[in-house]
């Protein structure tokens, strides 16, 4: 079955129930774990598309109250953290959404639809490796598309997808600790490790780590999973400049590909596959179950903290930053990592240089930022704590339940260390700040992780695979391992914005965007799972030209009916830009592209 037609007449037989259609028979196979999805907001609008709705009072006042948080989003099959991922982004009126500008959201007035925009159309709540394995051979035989949802942090609407079947893989939550662990297959021990279902939220997993005396390197939010798109994506964290990026650590995936195998798969079994599994993208090469991390013994921390008032001006944001970018090599070479921003520098160091002489050495390192902050009505902490869960759960746990329901998109590029070795370097940078000014991204808002495995670069041997050292090295874009910022340029797009708000602000992005390629260089890449979905040259900037060619190589291998398709992941072709799979995204992106022709 080749066109839509057959697809929507299986979804509206499905309700029928007395006659066996093939998605009866999918649920009875799934043990009834086949479900309807719906948007969150659903239950406050009286229609959904051109049906009349109940609407649900309680459930909608809830709804309203927790539109942002990343619990009700992470939990609910048919929602996810960011909007792009719920409306179809090329057309405003396919959407299902409640004024996020307001607390608790209110329910647009007047006589508003609820529209799927581009949520699933029905979701499997994934169990066991069977499931993934019926899902992949009903997608095959009926033409139907899939998508993957885990957490759905995903910024670049790959985690959903209109008219699609969502494999929703939250529910695998295991979790164990081994002292010592040999990958299957191999010989050679790599110590501690920590299996993670791909369910499990980086907050689960560092209280999992700290009792078993141990830290695991993981992403900023609490929310996001440290086995699928994160560590897919290459996987930065506050210490990943000493400790190296999630891709560096992880040892074994259990995987289902699009065979149906269930495989572990590590150096020495599908070598070529655990290559392109560290670094080459989620939803691409099959569905994670769980993965294998190598984990670090707690040790005490260093921890800069240092605030200015949110109500600064744009010119001390700037001057602000100045003193960042002078000061962030110095950082970085002593084995710092954290986050900058136009208001904040947040820096951790697991280094006994910095954490045994009692803060002196860390206060020492921030005296610049903390004077500034001090003299403009901030605020500064700069001390060692006993560990990583300790500042976790003091500072950095209260601050992020709230970050989701926003259309937020950013652009990054990874910055070479040069460029903030010299005056001309900084002059540089702050001319980039200054010119996203420009396109509407106020520096005050400015925000970049400094994660980069800038130190660990230097102390390990990370270059990345070739065909002659298969299994080892990573698939990410080799600039991760010779840059020092994570540059990001942020903003988002209003929930209720017109088509040409939204064109006009990818533009301004893309615009963003082309000035940090030309910042950072030719040889420098970008973080995808972080970059602006609209930007072109993704190939090059995202895995580099070398990786992507040998990750698709493998993609075609595995997955050589191309039952798993997401957008600018490995295996998009040029054509799917235009075609219905993704007309939520094709529109815009054609008219992005013109405004540079
Ligand atoms: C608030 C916030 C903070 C963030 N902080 C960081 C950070 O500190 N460091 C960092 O590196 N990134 C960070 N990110 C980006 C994050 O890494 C990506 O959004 C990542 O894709 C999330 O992966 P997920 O599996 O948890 O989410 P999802 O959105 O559910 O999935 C992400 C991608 O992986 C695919 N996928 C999901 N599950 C599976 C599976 N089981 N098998 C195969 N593919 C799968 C999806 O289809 C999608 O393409 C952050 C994002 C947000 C929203
Ligand atoms: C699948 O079966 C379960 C249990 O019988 C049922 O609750 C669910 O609604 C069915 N799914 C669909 C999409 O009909
Ligand atoms: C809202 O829609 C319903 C059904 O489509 C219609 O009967 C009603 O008149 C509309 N109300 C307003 C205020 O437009
Ligand atoms: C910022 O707000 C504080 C009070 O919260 C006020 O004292 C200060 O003057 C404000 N600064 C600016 C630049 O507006
Ligand atoms: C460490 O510094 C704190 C305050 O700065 C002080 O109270 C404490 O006694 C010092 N500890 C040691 C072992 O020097
Ligand atoms: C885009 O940038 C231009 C300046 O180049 C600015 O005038 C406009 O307001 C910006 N648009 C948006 C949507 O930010
Ligand atoms: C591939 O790796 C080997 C050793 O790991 C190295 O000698 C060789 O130069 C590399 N080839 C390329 C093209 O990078
Ligand atoms: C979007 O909603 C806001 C209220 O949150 C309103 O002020 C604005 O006019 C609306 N914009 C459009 C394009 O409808």
Known sequence: MKSSEPFFSLLISIGVGVHASPWSSLNETLGGRLRVATPLALPCFTKYGDKPNGVDESFCTTIREEWKTNDLR??????????????????????????????????????????????????????????VAAAFKFAEEY????????????????????????????????????????????????????TVGVGVDGNTAHYFADEHDSMI??????????SAGW???????????????????????????????????NACQ????????????????????????????????????????????????????????????????????????????????????????????????FRR???????????????????????????????????????????????????????EGHAQILEYIRTAQTLGFDPVNFYTPVSTPFTYGRIKDVTPANDSDVGRGTSVHPAWYRSLWHLQ???????????????????NLTAATRAAEGLAGPYAGTHFNEANPFADGWRESYWGGENYERLLEIKKRYDPK???????????????????????????QEDVQRAFA
């Open 74 to 131: 992470v939990s609910t099959a048919g929602s996810f953290m960011n909007l792009q991922s719920e409306m179809c982004l090329s057309d405003p009126e396919d959407q299902c959404l409640i004024d996020n500008t307001v607390s608790p959201a209110s329910i647009p007035s007047g006589n508003s639809t609820c529209n799927q925009g581009s949520i699933p159309s029905y979701y499997i709540q994934v169990a066991c490796a069977e499931d």
């Open 143 to 194: 033409d139907i598309r899939l998508t993957i949802k885990n957490s759905g942090h995903d910024f670049m609407t790959r985690n959903s997808g209109k008219h699609s079947l969502s494999l929703w893989t939250h529910h695998l939550q295991d979790l164990s600790y081994s002292k010592s662990f040999i990958p299957q297959g191999c010989r050679e021990d790599v110590g501690a490790v920590m």
């Open 217 to 226: 390197i993981g992403p900023y939010s609490p929310t996001v999973t440290v």
């Open 231 to 265: 560590v897919m994506g290459g996987g930065h964290g506050v210490l990943a400049p000493v400790y190296g990026l999630g891709v560096d650590r992880v040892v074994e995936f259990r995987i289902v590909t699009p065979d149906g195998v269930e495989r572990m798969v």
């Open 270 to 365: 599908d070598p070529d596959l655990f290559w392109a599994l560290r670094g080459g993208g989620g939803g691409t090469f099959g569905v994670v179950l769980s993965a294998t991390h190598r984990v670090e013994p707690k040790v005490p921390l260093a921890f800069a903290d240092i605030h200015l008032p949110p109500n600064i001006t744009a010119d001390t944001a700037l001057a602000w930053i100045q003193i960042l970018v002078e000061e962030s090599l110095d950082w970085g070479q002593a084995g710092w990592g954290g986050h900058v921003g136009g208001t904040f520098v947040t820096h951790f160091n697991p280094l006994p240089t910095l954490t045994r002489d009692n803060s002196t050495a860390a206060r020492a390192a």
């Open 369 to 423: 930022p903390v004077d500034f902050a001090l003299a403009h009505g901030g605020t500064a902490n700069v001390a060692v704590y006993t560990g990583w869960l300790e500042i976790w759960e003091r500072f950095l746990l209260p601050l992020d339940g709230e970050q989701g329901g926003n259309a937020g998109m950013g652009s990054s590029r990874l910055l070479p260390p040069d460029l903030f070795a010299t005056p």
């Open 489 to 507: 340029t942020i903003g988002s797009m209003a929930w209720n914005s017109s088509y040409a708000q939204r064109l006009g602000f990818l533009t």
């Open 562 to 588: 191309g039952l798993l398709k997401c957008w600018k992941c490995i295996g998009f072709e040029d054509e799917d830009v235009a075609s219905d799979r993704f007309r939520c995204q094709g529109k815009l």
